[in-house]
């Protein structure tokens, strides 16, 4: 039987409320939140603030290069892809391109989850090679290959919940083409395990490597690893290295053919708009008419739908945070320290919901059919999230991100000349 629903008042003090969720989760895995990692908009703002986008273009597929770590952020709606793209052209104009074009990657994985819904959980097309259908085996999951460079990525994956991108592709490649492993088995433990954790960018990420969206598999040797990894897990691992040769013969053994000779479209780097922004007048309902319910992709206190008066509500649900790590639990805690004057609850979201009986419930529309599904309400009036580009796409540009991009990068700076020419302070 479900317990009925507790209201939880978090601990200002950052150590106590950090405790307290570890006690209101007693089934949580890993470890507490890591130190570099602090939920909430204030931290999202100053990170957005030290980027530096010339840095960011000549270094990013560097692991210790200038990414910005904003994706937990950014995925948690701390701040909204809008702002950062707007902060990015602000400071850096056309030398931002590649940042945005980057942050238009996570857009274009939402809109191809609003289109195709739960179907992304399959593959998009048929894979291009042969995927594996071996189960996820324990020493991966518990990080004990033998090799150093993937066995430190899952403990930056169990310990941190971050990994740089180009560790996320080795590890999804050296899964999925060197192990076989069934790519939905694999992505689903990658993201419950992230702080970023994301359906789209995380499943359509492992299909992409896996050539179940893209025209070819994505893999790599150990010359890239050197190059970009720096070198010093080479140099302290103990075994042969099975990725030590070049991309023909890597490429024979794993799939049997010769590379073949397509465009490398999906390589060609991620990323646009005409916002629609929510505000107040989009509210349908009286404040004193309706509820709030915060979801996890928009826990920022400057969250259009928190511009009225009417209550807030955040639900710990067992049912969709049940599997999550504890230093995520404790990250959007992190957030809605941040967030004034909001009911939150432990529980379930239907329940809790219910319980606001004579209000309307509104939210931000998602494409998390989970999300949906918790909330469980008839009465619940969705409101559509601010898009990144205002403008529709087919179902066949879609299908991969360079014609997304084609379509969007002309409107990024479209108007931007006119714009701050016209501001005095520019
Ligand atoms: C196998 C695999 C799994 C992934 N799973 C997730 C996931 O669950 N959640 C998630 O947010 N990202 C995921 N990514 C995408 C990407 O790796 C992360 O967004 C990025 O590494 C986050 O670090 P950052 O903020 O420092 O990125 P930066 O390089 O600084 O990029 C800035 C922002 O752009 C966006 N971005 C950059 N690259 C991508 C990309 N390839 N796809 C989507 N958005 C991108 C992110 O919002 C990121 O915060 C995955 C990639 C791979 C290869």
């Known amino acids: 039987m479900t317990q009925p629903p507790v209201r939880l008042t978090l601990a200002t003090d950052r150590r106590e409320r950090l405790a307290q969720i570890r006690t209101c989760f007693p089934q949580a895995s890993g470890p507490d939140l890591d130190d570099r990692w602090q939920g909430g908009r204030v931290t999202a703002l100053q990170r957005l603030a030290t980027i530096d986008a010339d840095a960011y273009h000549q270094t990013r597929n560097h692991l210790d290069g200038a990414a910005t770590r904003l994706s937990p952020y950014l995925r948690h709606g701390c701040l909204s892809l809008q702002e950062t793209v707007n902060s990015v052209r602000q400071s850096a104009g056309k030398r931002g391109v590649k940042l945005i074009a980057e942050l238009s990657y996570r857009d274009y994985f939402r809109q191809v989850w609003y289109r195709f819904g739960e179907a992304i959980k399959q593959p998009m097309e048929s894979p291009k090679v042969a995927l594996g259908t071996q189960p996820l085996p324990d020493f991966i999951a518990q990080g004990f290959t033998g090799l150093v460079c993937m066995d430190e990525i899952v403990r930056q994956l169990r310990q941190e919940g971050y990994v740089h991108n180009h560790a996320r592709m080795w590890f999804a490649a050296y899964v999925l083409h060197w192990l076989k492993v069934d790519w939905r088995q694999a992505a689903d433990w990658f993201e419950q395990n992230l702080l970023d954790g994301d359906l789209a960018s995380n499943h359509l990420s492992?299909?992409?490597?896996?050539?179940?969206?893209?025209?070819?598999?994505?893999?790599?040797?150990?010359?890239?690893?050197?190059?970009?990894?720096?070198?010093?897990?080479?140099?302290?691992?103990?075994?042969?290295?099975?990725?030590?040769?070049?991309?023909?013969?890597?490429?024979?053994q794993l799939f049997g053919a010769p590379p073949p000779q397509t465009g490398d479209e999906a390589a060609a780097s991620h990323s646009a708009y005409l916002p629609v922004e929510i505000t107040a007048q989009h509210l349908p309902l009286r404040d004193d008419s309706a509820v709030v319910w915060l979801h996890d992709e928009m826990l920022s206190p400057e969250h259009a739908l928190l511009k009225s008066k009417a209550p807030r509500v955040f639900v710990f649900d067992p049912a969709l945070y049940g599997q999550w790590p504890l230093k995520r639990l404790q990250f959007m805690a992190d957030c809605l320290s941040e967030i004034p004057e909001t009911d939150i609850w432990l529980g379930s979201t239907a329940q809790v919901l219910a319980s606001y009986s004579q209000r309307h419930t509104i939210s931000q529309n998602t494409p998390n059919a989970r999300l949906k599904a918790a909330a469980d309400d008839a009465r619940l009036t969705w409101l559509q999230e601010p898009s990144l580009y205002d403008t529709h796409f087919s179902d066949h540009e879609l299908m991969r991100f360079s014609r997304y991009w084609k379509k969007v990068e002309p409107l990024v700076f479209a108007n931007d000349d006119e714009r701050f020419s016209n501001d005095p302070a520019a």
């Open 206 to 252: 492992w299909q992409w490597i896996g050539a179940s969206f893209s025209h070819k598999p994505y893999f790599f040797n150990k010359e890239n690893i050197v190059k970009f990894g720096g070198g010093h897990w080479c140099q302290q691992c103990p075994v042969r290295c099975p990725f030590d040769a070049s991309y023909e013969t890597l490429h024979q």
